[in-house]
């Protein structure tokens, strides 16, 4: 994709790791980042402050998405609701 006559001018990847390696494959392409080519990562890892160019990255709630199954338990099985606090005392036996 690269060597085409037209290579990309923007790439979304799906983590920050593919996005590390393409800024490496354009540099080997001659292709200049972010002259040439814009590229985003997904993860938003400490790395991207590590490498330079900096890497853009879109962050992942990870809290939220490991929290939101709970909360839909607590609600849906017990009656409970944590409202936008992720602080909540629980029972060690819910049934």
Known sequence: MLHEK???TAVFTETDRLAIDLIGACADAGLRVPQDVSIVGYDSTGICELIRPRLTSAAQPHREIRLEPFRETLIERHGLDLG???DAIVSD???
Do not use: K
């Open 93 to 95: 036996h819910l049934r």
């Open 84 to 86: 936008e606090t992720d």
């Open 6 to 8: 037209n290579p990309p």
